[in-house]
């Protein structure tokens, strides 16, 4: 009678040592070969885990497939920072990917700012958007680092909160007041997570203008006479914008798409 072959388990064997731990009044303890050594402060709190499974100082448990990304990206290097593993991991699967680096594309098209997010992993690249499908994740994507991936996702949607899956994009939906504030702060907030790139249609509206008034002052027949004048934009567009100042708005929107930072300290000589 043939012997049945036992499925091959798809996924990581890990197995290492923990010394017997004595804990002082700040650090823990062991002692290896015939040194009494110390380890950092807050290492029996990290390890404790581990030492709930283990026996005799001897600890072992596996990794499927579904939880490889995390533990390669998140849970090893501590290990490795560590050195608790006695020997190299077992594995089936593939050998893990560089880091996730992140690159966001900004657009802007009908007065809609939209941005494709990216994950690189080395030079491959996968869209992080197309998480919020909840698609099935093919066997040869599993090694990405998909709790950060969603991180990033989720940050990057409290600029930008809509997202159309036939393009691939996160966007504005046309909301004035969100594409202000991508334009004035979100474009940074996004820079602290990785790297920016622009198309020139977003990159000319992405400046905030700054308005430039020139005061002329003349005397006729013993009246003081100001004409106030811009450069770039006509007199009533400047009317507009001094109204919109004193009913306390953050910016102007200009016909030309620009925004004005109404913030700006030199408006408060016009309030009156």
Same mark, same amino acid.
């Given at each position: ?5 036992? *499925? ?7 197995? %290492? ?6 804990? %002082? $009044? ?10 009494? @050594? ?7 709190? *990290? +390890? ?59 657009? $802007? ?13 080395? #030079? ?9 499908? &909840? !698609? ?34 996160? &966007? ?10 991508? $334009?004035?702060? %979100? ?7 990785? !790297?920016?790139? @622009? /198309? ?8 905030? #203008?700054? +308005?430039? +008034?020139?005061?002329? +002052? ?11 004048? /811009? ?25 030309? %798409? ?5 913030? !700006? ?8």
């Amino acid at each position: 009678m043939p012997l049945r072959n036992k *499925k091959q388990f798809d996924g990581v064997t890990v197995k %290492g040592y923990i010394p017997e731990l004595f804990q %002082g $009044m700040d650090s823990s303890y062991f002692i290896q070969d015939d040194s009494f @050594c110390k380890t950092e402060p807050a290492f029996m709190e *990290k +390890v404790r885990p581990l030492t709930a499974l283990s026996r005799n100082g001897e600890f072992h448990f596996q990794m499927g497939r579904n939880t490889l990304s995390n533990f390669y990206h998140n849970v090893l290097p501590s290990f490795r920072k560590w050195r608790i593993l006695r020997r190299k991991i077992r594995r089936n699967s593939a050998v893990p990917h560089p880091e996730a680096h992140f690159v966001f594309y900004l657009d $802007m098209e009908n007065d809609n700012v939209i941005c494709k997010v990216s994950a690189f992993y080395g #030079k491959k690249e996968f869209s992080v958007g197309k998480l919020l499908l &909840h !698609e099935d994740i093919s066997p040869d994507q599993q090694f990405r680092d998909f709790p950060l991936e969603n991180s990033v996702l989720d940050q990057t949607m409290e600029w930008l909160p809509y997202y159309d899956p036939d393009f691939d994009v996160l &966007h504005c939906n046309h909301d004035e007041e969100l594409s202000y504030q991508i $334009m004035e702060s %979100g474009t940074a907030a996004l820079m602290e997570l990785g !790297e920016v790139r @622009c /198309t020139n249609r977003f990159r000319s509206r992405h400046t905030l #203008k700054t +308005v430039k +008034v020139s005061v002329g +002052v003349s005397v006729s027949g013993g009246l003081l006479d100001l004409n106030i004048s /811009t450069d770039d934009i006509s007199s009533q567009e400047l009317l507009d914008i001094l109204k919109s100042y004193q009913l306390k708005k953050k910016y102007y929107k200009l016909k030309s %798409g620009e925004f004005v930072n109404l913030q !700006e300290q030199n408006l408060e000589m016009w309030q009156n």
